[in-house]
């Protein structure tokens, strides 16, 4: 008897920890959740199920319906106290303390801590075994709307339907409170991509015999990412005002797909010299490019499953670490074809005698690689860092940064590899060639 006590013990606060990680989890990834959701729960034995995560303004509600409840036990004659099994909302700052709760607390059940505000128990439930209620929050804050089930014994089976919504101008208001800025800033990001893209037609059509076609790839992922923020701002605009994207949701997830895949795309073909130091792509650079573009698909499969499905699945968890474990992937084996165009270019100026145009060469593909880290860097772990440390009203500014970050390295990219025009008269004298084969020969810098 002790001995299941204890293992219960062991897996109650493995499912808290759970709660917490994933909690953490949608706070550092900008999902595209919809706050209107109904949920199937089948055959679920898990003491503590994840729904939902909002932040509240002041007067803030959760509508809750459930139906078709039903449960069963692999253990004969086992019975079911309906009294431990229900529903709760809790703070995101109280999960510590309910797990600290549990510890000094004989036969801990979650349903009964005094930091959770409870919405039901299933004996609360009507002779349909279905129950509809609402609840309001008086205290501005982010909660978390939790299943717990203080007897895993049993698997329970049921439908969940699930609103939460604030009250602005008495109307529903169905973004969390720390993403109403976001419809602004994606039309805001729209504009700009589509300057920017404008920006870069005009270039391209200025020196139309000097594009490569790795500018006219250039262009479309501008278009693309221009796409990609006019359907997030549809998106959250609609959630907005119903509480569901009404299909927005696919159209931002293709051409997120779409931008993924070009992104990567670019910034591999550039670090391999394509187009501007060779007309080719050697083997090597091919087995890069043809494994980092199945991944970016698999990855964007996984990004639309969790964002669609939430953390109440199974499964959520799993595809979680299968987007993360992928993304560092592709972010690793970009650097690759960078390090390799560095290491051809030294070698290059030691046998070519255009030690000054190598040396330029060397100059740019080094900054390239270093952006490349930094950017990687930051919209992968500053951004999901500061979305975990900055409170839930300023979660719109994890998405500044993160996209800040983006148009900053966009910029640099264009800017550092746009067409030029080649002048046929420009001639490096032999003062500037010596030069810059010594600067090459001393400098190790450009050793990785």
């Not at 573009?293 to 964002?307: F, K, M, R």
Request: a negative charge; one cysteine or more; hydrophobic letters at 45%.
């Amino acid at each position: 008897m002790m001995h299941n006590l204890k293992l219960y013990t062991i897996l109650h606060h493995h499912s808290m920890i759970q709660v917490v990680y994933a909690s953490l989890i949608i706070s550092s990834i900008p999902l595209s959740f919809s706050e209107i959701k109904n949920t199937h729960i089948l055959s679920d034995s898990r003491p503590i199920i994840l729904f939902e995560r909002f932040g509240f303004a002041q007067g803030g509600h959760v509508d809750i319906s459930v139906k078709d409840v039903s449960w069963k036990s692999r253990i004969r004659k086992a019975y079911l106290n309906p009294s431990s099994i229900g529903f709760f909302i809790a703070k995101e700052t109280s999960f510590s303390q309910i797990l600290n709760e549990s510890e000094y607390s004989e036969n801990f059940c979650v349903l009964s801590s005094r930091y959770v505000k409870l919405i039901l128990r299933f004996k609360d439930l009507a002779s349909d075994l279905s129950y509809n209620g609402s609840i309001s929050l008086d205290d501005e804050d982010e909660y978390s709307l939790v299943f717990g089930n203080c007897q895993p014994e049993f698997e329970v089976s049921m439908y969940v339907h699930t609103e939460m919504y604030n009250m602005l101008d008495g109307e529903k208001d169905f973004l969390p409170a720390g993403q109403t800025q976001l419809p602004k800033l994606y039309f805001l990001l729209f504009l700009v991509y589509v300057a920017f893209f404008g920006t870069w037609a005009f270039i391209c059509n200025k020196r139309r015999a000097t594009i490569d076609k790795i500018h006219l790839i250039m262009g479309a992922l501008l278009i693309v990412k221009a796409l990609k923020m006019i359907c997030a701002y549809e998106d959250k605009m609609y959630v907005r005002n119903t509480g569901t994207p009404h299909g927005w949701d696919v159209a931002f997830y293709i051409f997120g797909f779409f931008k993924g895949i070009m992104l990567f795309t670019v910034i591999i073909l550039i670090g391999t010299g394509w187009s501007f130091l060779k007309p080719y792509l050697q083997e090597r650079e091919k087995q890069v490019l043809m494994t980092v573009i199945p991944l970016q698909v698999l990855e964007n499969i996984a990004y639309v499953i969790i964002s669609e499905t939430g953390p109440a699945t199974k499964d959520w968890m799993a595809w979680n670490q299968m987007f993360l474990l992928i993304d560092v992937v592709c972010c690793c084996a970009v650097f690759f074809p960078i390090i390799w165009s560095i290491r051809s270019l030294r070698e290059a100026s030691k046998t070519d005698g255009k030690a000054a145009k190598n040396l330029e060469k060397l100059t740019l593909f080094k900054q390239f690689y270093i952006v490349v880290v930094g950017y990687l860097y930051f919209t992968r772990i500053v951004v999901s860092a500061l979305g975990a440390m900055v409170g839930y009203r300023f979660e719109w500014v994890m998405i500044l940064a993160a996209e800040g970050a983006s148009l900053a390295f966009y910029v640099f990219i264009f800017h550092n590899f746009q067409p030029l025009d080649r002048n046929p008269y420009f001639v490096i004298d032999d003062e500037e060639e010596n030069v810059a084969g010594q600067i090459l020969e001393q400098d190790d810098s450009f050793q990785l």
